[in-house]
T-cell receptor
């Protein structure tokens, strides 16, 4: 299974863009990069996923490097409600549907 | 549309007792998953149902844990007998495709 590396914590000023990096250098060709977050006392929440092209939805943007060894989740205008632990996880769904959660990045949005 | 619901939200039992956790998935989702986070560690996969069949139970820690999904609707996870190390938060998720939607979890405290 691919292993991911994320910084343990980051701060971001409210209203500014939050850029959360993830290294997944051993990702395989058929694995997507999925991002979830866990707000305190809630279950993980799906944010976005991508294979090799950049993706955007109503929550965030995902930038994946051309070699697919790393990605960055961008929250364009962070709010206090975005304070959470963010997880990136390679996921193909082939053979096993289990998600692998590492330690993630604790994002603190500061007023 | 109702999300994934879990009952109870919190359970406190003594070592050696039995506890049953319940998960109601999103209507129409054939895939149902159980995960848990114990002792401040990472969220770990337990098992995956497709309708009423166990697709992957590679994460089940031992035979004190029994998961069922009769009729392919709600699922139960029974711990019998509970041990101290079973304390943690148990999450259920469901999906129609690859995106998993999580419930708020059941916090289990074994004293």
């Amino acid at each position: 299974d691919a292993k991911t590396t994320q910084p343990p914590s980051m701060d971001c000023a409210e209203g500014r863009a939050a850029n959360l990096p993830c290294n997944h250098s051993t990702i395989s060709g058929n694995e997507y990069v999925y991002w979830y977050r866990q707000i305190h006392s809630q279950g993980p929440q799906y944010i976005i996923h991508g294979l090799k092209n950049n993706e955007t939805n109503e929550m965030a943007s995902l930038i994946i490097t051309e070699d697919r060894k790393s990605s960055t989740l961008i929250l364009p205008h962070a709010t206090l409600r975005d304070t959470a632990v963010y997880y990136c996880t390679p996921y193909s769904g082939a053979g096993s549907y289990q998600l692998t959660f590492g330690k993630g990045t604790k994002l603190s949005v500061i007023p | 549309e109702a999300g994934v619901t879990q009952f109870p939200s919190h359970s406190v039992i003594e070592k050696g007792q039995t506890v049953t956790l319940r998960c109601d998935p999103i209507s129409g989702h054939d895939n149902l998953y159980w995960y848990r986070r114990v002792m401040g560690k990472e969220i770990k996969f337990l098992l995956h149902f497709v309708k009423e069949s166990k697709q992957d139970e590679s994460g089940m820690p031992n035979n004190r844990f029994l998961a069922e999904r009769t009729g392919g609707t709600y699922s139960t996870l029974k711990v019998q007998p509970a041990e101290l190390e079973d304390s943690g938060v148990y999450f259920c998720a469901s999906s129609r495709g690859y995106i998993q939607y999580f419930g708020a979890g059941t916090r289990l405290s074994v004293l």
